[in-house]
Nanobody, 122 residues
Framework: VQLQASGGGLVQAGGSLRLSCAAS????????MGWFRQAPGKEREFVAY????????YYADSVKGRLTISRDNAKNTVYLQMNSLKPEDTAVYYC????????????????WGQGTQVTVSS
């Protein structure tokens, strides 16, 4: 599976962005998918997860109520709708394909996109 993230940019605090992660390969629909982010000088952290069917969704506490993960298996794409953005959301955002185990651990993901920069100004 090859992943391509897009949709990042510069936005003011309180604004919105929608990230997309397009996947190649026929097996996309069999993978749970996650979004992670990494700010300068910090470790990569879990943001959100969605199961292959979309029935199971989990979020980091810091983004609950503001970010929404979704997927369209017919389009081989997973999305991250980001609302009410805060300066602390500034980071490079990565999508990744889950291989099993603990969904919040980056080591449990097989394939990674190249990342898309999100910058939130105050």
């Amino acid at each position: 599976v090859q992943l391509q993230a897009s949709g990042g940019g510069l936005v003011q605090a309180g604004g919105s962005l929608r990230l997309s992660c397009a996947a190649s390969g026929r097996t996309f629909s069999s993978y749970g998918m996650g979004w992670f982010r990494q700010a300068p000088g910090k470790e990569r952290e879990f943001v959100a997860y969605i199961s292959w069917s979309g029935d199971s969704i989990y979020y980091a506490d810091s983004v609950k109520g503001r970010l929404t993960i979704s997927r369209d298996n017919a389009k081989n794409t997973v999305y991250l709708q980001m609302n009410s953005l805060k300066p602390e959301d500034t980071a490079v955002y990565y999508c990744a394909a889950f291989k099993g185990g603990s969904y919040y651990q980056a080591s449990r993901y097989d394939y990674w996109g190249q990342g898309t920069q999100v910058t939130v100004s105050s």
